[in-house]
């Protein structure tokens, strides 16, 4: 998966918690939670739907610092082929 | 015989227009099962049955809009002859006048049974209803593409595109409201009616998180993103081990009395982005619950809620509505009670701040919770009892996380 596809995986699960954002308006190097307006609740949702899409485990001391669409691509980018 | 009745979603909504039934006469159906879809200004709502049976007649038409209460199916029981629930049928509707149920009266309940109530059918995905709604298309003039011919996005953008002669010459005032806008007018209602006659007192409590915070951050180290523990459902627990200490802020003012509700079934303030608005759907029997389980049911009802898949039981029974306004940064929140309910409880941000701990001072998470109530039913100082027993339950979060049997 390159990171194209991994970002379109992204925004994919993330419309799917958060159907009425418009992902495509998202800037990605912004803080993504105040972009999309995500609640503590919205986020776990989120990711525990990339949890399934990517089968990757996001612990909680890292998904604190995830707060951009860039750091979480590169997060994800570095699990998936690790 | 079963009266299948238009359930009481709230008290701003007290009419629903049935989008679909889910069932057929002859299908039998389990207790909890979801039978039909009702459109309310809030959301698409899925209605469900409370009783086992048989469906015998449906006795409202799709895309017809019916006040709470309408009798919509009549089911039996499994030891009920059809002919049995006939008769019963033809008395009820005798008596009552039936509300837009079309013409032939109880000469011939059969004709009601086998009507094809699949072939008026439409299939609109949520998306493309909510669409629809922001561009004004009405979708009984939409063809669908779908599959089962079910309209989607596309379809509903394509016929805004295309001009209408009846749209250009409609002067300006005619178009439709827009679900935002019809929303906005139920809450409004709702909450006038809660400001005209609910006199209501307002308290708020300091509550150090210290002790919750650092239990979560412990919890939430060992545990799976799917296992995860959400201070949002510490606070819920906290609200419902509050309330058993102080019951008459839980319940209902009907009649001109206090109605104390039967169990501690807390409705949580979910706010809908798009187009501003917000519903209260129920998480039933908290204190019953263990942290975890009412940890997934929270992740789990707030997604429902975005996609638009509430569920009748989630809004008709809420016995106090939480407000948690501490994503959005604010520092307190102080609420207008949904009626007919006596009390909101309401929190702001959780922040570090300095507090006095064995005489220094520290810095360590706090959260302002507040309390609204209704001075008919509670007063200040059981509303003070209700926020210390609120604070007190958060210093013991291992205790509060767990379920009561």
């Not at chain 2, 501690?264 to 942290?291: E, N, Q, T």
Request: aromatic share 4%; glycine share 6%; charged share 25%.
């Amino acid at each position: 998966m390159n990171r194209e596809e991994l970002k379109r995986a992204l925004l994919d699960e993330l419309n799917g918690i958060a159907p009425e954002i418009d992902v495509a308006a998202l800037i990605a190097d912004k803080p993504l939670r105040n972009q999309a307006d995500l609640d503590s609740v919205d986020w776990l949702n989120f990711l525990v739907a990339l949890h399934g899409r990517l089968h990757i485990e996001i612990p909680d001391a890292d998904a604190a610092k995830l707060t951009t669409l860039d750091k979480l691509i590169d997060y994800c980018a570095a699990r998936i082929t690790a | 015989m079963i009266e299948f009745r238009l359930p009481s979603l709230g008290a701003d909504m007290d009419e629903g227009k049935l989008l679909e039934w889910l069932v057929k006469p002859g299908d039998a159906v389990k207790k909890g099962q979801i039978v039909c879809v009702v459109d309310t200004a809030k959301a698409a709502i899925d209605v469900e049955c409370w009783h086992d049976g048989v469906v015998h007649a449906l006795l409202t038409e799709p895309g017809t809009t019916i006040p709470v209460g309408t009798l919509m199916a009549a089911l039996r029981e499994a030891n009920e002859s059809p002919a049995h629930v006939d008769d019963l049928l033809s008395a009820l509707r005798a008596k009552e006048v039936a509300p837009k149920v079309t013409a032939p009266p109880p000469m011939a309940p059969h004709v009601v049974t086998a009507a094809p109530v699949a072939a008026a059918r439409q299939r609109v995905s949520p998306a493309a209803r909510r669409r629809a709604d922001e561009l004004h298309v009405d979708l009984a003039q939409v063809t669908g593409s779908g599959p089962d011919g079910a309209i989607t996005i596309l379809d509903v953008e394509t016929a805004a595109r295309a001009p209408t002669p009846t749209a250009e010459a409609a002067p300006a005032f005619a178009r439709p409201t827009t679900r935002a806008e019809e929303m906005r007018k139920v809450i409004a209602a709702a909450m006038a009616r809660s400001k005209r006659e609910i006199p209501h007192y307002y308290l708020a409590e300091d509550v150090p998180l210290a002790i919750a915070s650092a239990w979560l951050a412990a919890q939430n180290a060992r545990r799976n993103v799917t296992e995860r523990l959400l201070m949002a459902s510490l606070l819920l627990k906290a609200v419902a081990a509050a309330l058993e200490r102080t019951p008459e802020l839980n319940g209902f003012w009907r009649n001109g009395a206090f109605e104390p509700g039967t169990g501690i079934h807390l409705g949580v303030a979910i706010s809908l982005r798009a187009g501003g608005g917000l519903v209260a759907p129920a998480l039933h029997d908290v204190p019953r619950k263990d942290m975890d389980t009412l940890t997934r049911e929270l992740l789990d009802l707030v997604k429902r809620t975005r996609a638009g898949s509430l569920k009748s039981s989630e809004l008709s029974n809420a016995t106090i509505t939480v407000t948690n306004l501490g994503d959005e940064g604010v520092a307190a929140v102080f609420g207008v009670i949904y009626p007919p309910q006596v009390a909101l409880v309401g929190f702001g941000r959780v922040t570090e701040r300095p507090w006095i701990v064995d005489g220094e001072i520290r810095a360590i998470p706090v959260v302002t919770a507040s309390l609204a109530a209704d001075h008919r039913v509670s007063d200040g100082h059981r509303g003070g009892l209700f926020l210390a027993a609120l604070r007190d339950a958060l210093q013991e979060p291992e205790q509060l996380a767990k379920g009561k049997p």
